[in-house]
């Protein structure tokens, strides 16, 4: 069975400061994908990004940077320089790759509240 | 291109009642996904419809029902409400095509149901 764990429940910092939220998966699936999405307050779940099990590559896009290892089954997602519009519910999630399955399993989120 | 959309947007019912959600998905997509968020469960799968067939189903009891149209939208419903069924009842649309690699689920703002 999959299981996402986002053992962060709550964090809080100031603005400007560098933020990591932690993400760790099980799976039996040797092919699987992992997201990351971003709730606001109002509701909505915001696509932040995609890795696919064989790209181990680390990804930054402005301000945020994901880092993914397969060998430690952890996915974590780092703000840099964080800002007030950052603040969120963010899910780490992780789905197989059978087709017609588009199941996401996801990690019981973190919400970062960023201090101005 | 137009977002995924569901109505209402919030409702309010009561126990032993039923209610049906609306979802439409984006032009073209042809999957259309169910989550439950609880404070207490998260974000939980429901079900998955592709071309008017239910691909994918969740741990859900039979009150929850669910079925797509023609032009891919669709409807949950679920029956004989219960105070824990007060959730945030979100859907996800996709292309669906499952064997050309994982196809991008995009929210809606969700629907928020209250159950007195």
């Known amino acids: 069975a999959q299981k996402v764990t986002q053992a962060q429940t709550e964090i809080s910092v100031v603005e400007k400061e560098d933020v990591t939220l932690d993400c760790v998966y099980e799976?039996?699936?040797?092919?699987?994908?992992l997201f990351w999405y971003k709730q606001p307050p109002s509701g909505e779940l915001v696509f932040l990004i995609r890795r696919n099990s064989f790209d181990e590559q680390n990804e930054i896009s402005g301000r945020y940077s994901w880092n993914f290892q397969k060998s430690t089954s952890s996915f974590n997602f780092t703000i840099t320089a964080s800002q007030v519009v950052d603040s969120a519910v963010y899910f780490c999630?992780?789905?197989?790759?059978?087709?017609?399955?588009?199941?996401?399993?996801f990690g019981t989120g973190t919400r970062l509240t960023i201090i101005p | 291109k137009a977002g995924v959309t569901q109505t209402p947007r919030y409702l309010i019912k009561t126990r032993g009642q039923q209610v049906t959600l609306s979802c439409s998905p984006i032009s073209g997509h042809r999957s259309v996904s169910w989550y439950q968020q609880t404070p207490g469960q998260g974000l939980q799968f429901l079900f998955e419809?592709?071309?008017?067939?239910?691909?994918n189903k969740g741990n859900f009891p039979g009150r929850f029902s669910g079925r797509q149209f023609s032009n891919s939208r669709s409807e949950m419903n679920v029956s004989t409400l219960e105070l824990g069924d007060s959730a945030l009842y979100l859907c996800?649309?996709?292309?669906?095509?499952?064997?050309?690699?994982?196809?991008?689920?995009?929210f809606g703002p969700g629907t928020r149901l209250t159950v007195l």
């Open positions: 999630a992780l789905s197989e790759t059978n087709f017609g399955n588009e199941k996401l399993t």
């Open positions: 996800a649309s996709s292309l669906g095509r499952g064997r050309e690699g994982y196809n991008e689920q995009f």
């Open positions: 799976t039996r699936d040797t092919t699987y994908y």
């Open positions: 419809y592709f071309s008017e067939t239910q691909r």
